[in-house]
Structure formats: C-alpha cells, structure tokens
C-alpha cells in the first residue's frame, strides 16, 4: 500500500506545462465518448398503441398526457317534458266525437215610408231589435245588399174575365221592363194545372216571348194553391234568395192543397219572399155592394182572395198591392225593385240554440239610441210612417241524428 500511494504522489509532482496539456486532452476526449455511451441503469422506452388493447385482464391505463374530451350534447340538461295528456277511459274502448253546431240567423229586413214607398237607407246594427218569440236578440251585423234577382212570375191565366187577364198581362209586362240583364225569371201560370212557359233564364226576348204567347185561356178554374205549392218546391231548390211575383185575383177553386197546407209550406221554405198584385181593381170597384145575394157572396170571396194574397207576402216578408188603375203598376213595381235589390241583411246567433225543428216567431222593431222607438221625420220636421218589412219566422235546423 505504500507503494502505491508513492506512485500516485511521485505523479503529482510532474511538471505544470505536463499537467495542463494533460487536462486539455481529458476535454476534448470527454463529448464524443459521452455520445457514445448509454448509461445502464435507464431502461430502454416501449412504445404502446393507444387503439390496441392490452391482454391485461385489468383495466387500462394511459401515464401519458391528460386529454380533456369536449363536453357532449347529451350533457346539458333536458328541457322539461311536456305534461301527459289526460286518460279517459270510454266503455267498451268506444271512441266519441262531440259536434257543435252554433246556429246562425240572416234575416233579410226592408224599411219602407208608409207614404212614398222609399227605401229608408242608413239605418245601423243598433237601430234593429230582433225579437224571436218574444226574447230579444243581439244583432251582431247588419250590411246592405243590391244584387241581382231571381225571381218566378206566377200568373194566373183562366178564362174567368177579360178584365182580369188584361190586368195580369199589363202587371206582367211592367215587371218585365224593369229586369235587369243579370236577373234569372221564370214564368209560370196556372188555371185548372200549372203551366211552367219557360225555366229561369236571362234572356229577355225569351221572357216576353211567353208572355207575348198568353192570349188564349183554357179553363176557368183558379188553382192558386196548388201552383203556389209547386212553385215553393221548385224554388226550394235553388240556392239563395228567391221571389215569388203572384199575379192573380187570390181566389182559389178547386186545389187539392188546402188553405192551411199552404201556409205550412210557406213556412217551411226558407229565401222566398212572395209579393203579390191583386187584379180586377176597377172591376170590383164598379161591382162591389150590387147583385143582391149572389154579389154579396162574390163579393165576400173577393175580400177572402185579399187576405190570402196579403197573408202569402205578410209570411215571407213581401208587399200585397191592389192597384186599381194600370197608371199605378210602374209605381208599384218600383217599390217591389226598391225592396228586393235594396234592403237590409241582419246577422244573430239566436239566445235558444236547440236544433229541434221548432218554428221561431220573428219580430222586427226600429229603435233609436235609448232603446224607445224610432221617430223619422220630413224636411219639415213632420213625422214619418214606416213600415219593417221581414219574414215571421223560420224553422230551427232538425237535431243530427
């Protein structure tokens, strides 16, 4: 041992010149053999496949970086779910349907000066209390409404008097200037049968040419209610409003329809108006109070004719005319023009909205802002009659089965 502690101090006493080269080649010597080296104890890194799985039976796990998945959809919270609809159970598993029909009344209404005749325009929803069998209804629209007619011209033609005929034919002819050519007439005439002369057309020269054709009579009989009846099935038909122009003396012979049949089927048809002429004015102005008995009997059949021709337009919401002069009928069809292309349509839900069938009784007042009845007056400050014009009534819709 002391010789080997020598040898190392005998070394250390080499010169200072020996000692510093000695150090520089230790320096340029150490890089190249430390890259060349690999130190034992660190083992040599492995390389795993993140997609391939391991054949531990243990779970896997990754020591390398932490990655932080982007926060699905599904994370945020749901939007509350709606509420469960109600369950009910139905015998049997039956289903049920409930309809509900909410009736509507249009009701067509003429406001007349008792005096002129004229048309009274103007007039608003509140100005109109509708009475249905006594219970006043609330009016919830009214609109004025000129359109075209349609309209059947029911004439009698029975060889019974020249006088009456030629009456029926001026009456006719003076309705027939006043269409338009947008109007749809029908002619129709009766005597022992009805007769229908022509369909509803617009043509003008077909409706004179049946008029023109009415020269002849066959019987004398007087069916006026059967035609009426026939007429008011025809018309039912058709769809909107229609007009009956009756021109006749009213008296009727021998129908199989009687008097109360007729007015029952004047209920029953809704959208016809009827308005009548009555003829033989002068004839029976020359006549009546004279002939004793037999005139006495004619003439009471003649005040029955009037009051049926009367009741027919008072139902439907017409006008019944008497003219006595043939001077009178240009005013008397420019009244019936003024009526049917000129009037009021109201509009309410009737208060009794049972689908029974039942006929409704209508009545039609004029009232002012207060509710008190409606006062018209001239330019003179004088008071005016009207007269409202509207059906009595109507059939409620039947209950669907």
Do not use: C
């Not at 520089?24 to 034992?40: E, M, N, R, V, W």
């Not at 926060?71 to 039956?94: F, G, L, R, W």
């Amino acid at each position: 041992m002391m010789t080997h502690r020598s040898r190392r101090f005998s070394a250390s006493r080499k010169p200072a010149s020996a000692l510093f080269l000695l150090i520089l080649a230790s320096l340029i010597a150490l890089p190249s053999a430390h890259g060349q080296t690999t130190p034992a104890t660190q083992p040599p890194a492995q390389q795993q496949k993140p997609d391939q799985p391991s054949d531990s039976a243990g779970p896997e796990t990754d020591s390398g970086t932490i990655v932080l998945k982007k926060k699905k959809e599904a994370d945020e919270p749901p939007p509350p779910a709606a509420p469960a609809e109600p369950k009910v159970k139905n015998p049997n598993n039956e289903t049920y349907s409930l309809r509900v029909d909410v009736p509507i009344v249009n009701l067509d209404v003429n406001v007349i000066l008792d005096k002129t005749h004229q048309f009274v325009p103007g007039l608003k929803a509140p100005n109109f209390l509708v009475l249905e069998d006594g219970v006043p209804q609330t009016v919830t629209s009214v609109h004025m409404a000129q359109t075209p007619i349609t309209a059947v011209m029911l004439l009698e033609f029975a060889a019974n008097s020249y006088y009456f005929i030629n009456d029926m034919q001026n009456a006719s002819f003076t309705f027939f200037n006043t269409l338009r050519k947008d109007d749809y007439v029908a002619v129709v005439t009766y005597d022992l049968r009805t007769h229908i002369l022509t369909d509803f057309t617009n043509d003008k020269n077909v409706i004179g040419s049946a008029l023109g054709s009415l020269i002849i009579p066959g019987f004398s009989d007087t069916n006026l209610f059967d035609a009426l009846y026939e007429t008011l099935d025809r018309t039912s038909r058709i769809e909107g409003r229609k007009y009956i122009i009756l021109i006749g003396t009213g008296r009727d012979t021998f129908s199989k329809i009687t008097l109360d049949k007729i007015l029952a089927k004047i209920k029953a048809t809704p959208n016809v108006t009827i308005f009548t002429i009555s003829t033989g004015g002068m004839v029976r102005e020359m006549t009546e109070g004279h002939g004793g008995m037999g005139g006495a009997i004619r003439d009471l059949n003649y005040l029955q004719a009037d009051n049926q021709m009367q009741t027919f337009a008072r139902m439907t919401g017409g006008m019944s005319f008497k003219p006595v002069f043939q001077g009178a009928l240009p005013d008397v069809f420019g009244t019936i023009n003024d009526s049917i292309r000129n009037q009021y349509v109201l509009t309410y839900r009737p208060t009794n909205n049972k689908n029974d069938g039942s006929y409704r009784k209508i009545k039609v007042l004029l009232v002012d802002n207060e509710g008190h009845p409606l006062q018209m007056q001239d330019e003179k400050h004088k008071p005016l009659k009207y007269s409202v014009i509207a059906r009595d009534g109507y059939n409620a819709k039947q209950a669907v089965e």
